[in-house]
């Protein structure tokens, strides 16, 4: 696996290492040991998976709060989505900065998102997949976003969103 820090600190961008023959490929998604080796201790307790049937919907930017904030690993299994994590740790060089990545089956990328980022992403495929590896349970009292159009993160969205949730929609700018 390579390990790629991003401009955001903890946020890493992650390439499996494919080992192929005329099967096809094998690649490893995670490796507590490689994880560990690179700074990062993670274990996953819940996997999830979005199913998002047309092109322009868009998720986010959500996070759970304390004290059962989540880290994430995110990839795309199936389409193609314009994936966003966004810092909101107050403390952070990177507070209020949006990091940005296409991912797809072909690139076979990964995000690893920690706790304090808020995370959301764009379908620019129909029929599009996303799954996630996360370290804590879902707890629906403490789900939390932030606008994704909030002019503080500066994100460039390659589309106008089609398909929005009202909750998505009505998340507060950060203030």
Not at 39 to 50: K, W
Not at 75 to 102: Q, W, Y
Request: charged fraction near 25%.
């Amino acid at each position: 696996m390579i390990f790629t820090p991003t401009p955001l600190p903890g946020v890493f961008r992650i390439e499996p290492e494919r080992q192929g023959d005329e099967r096809g490929f094998f690649a490893r998604t995670f490796c507590r040991r490689e994880f560990q080796t690179h700074g990062i201790a993670f274990e996953p307790v819940q996997c999830s998976t979005s199913f998002n049937a047309r092109r322009g919907t868009l998720r986010g930017l959500h996070y759970q709060a304390e004290p059962h904030a989540e880290t994430k690993i995110v990839r795309c299994t199936r389409g193609r989505i314009f994936d966003t994590v966004v810092d909101l740790r107050a403390d952070s060089p990177s507070f209020r900065k949006a990091f940005t990545e296409i991912l797809t089956p072909d690139n076979g990328v990964l995000l690893f998102v920690p706790e304090g980022c808020a995370h959301g992403f764009l379908t620019l495929a129909d029929e599009s997949e996303v799954e996630y590896m996360i370290s804590e349970s879902y707890r629906p009292e403490l789900a939390r976003g932030v606008r994704w159009d909030d002019p503080v993160f500066a994100i460039a969205w390659p589309e106008t969103p089609i398909v929005i949730s009202d909750r998505d929609r009505n998340w507060p700018d950060l203030k």
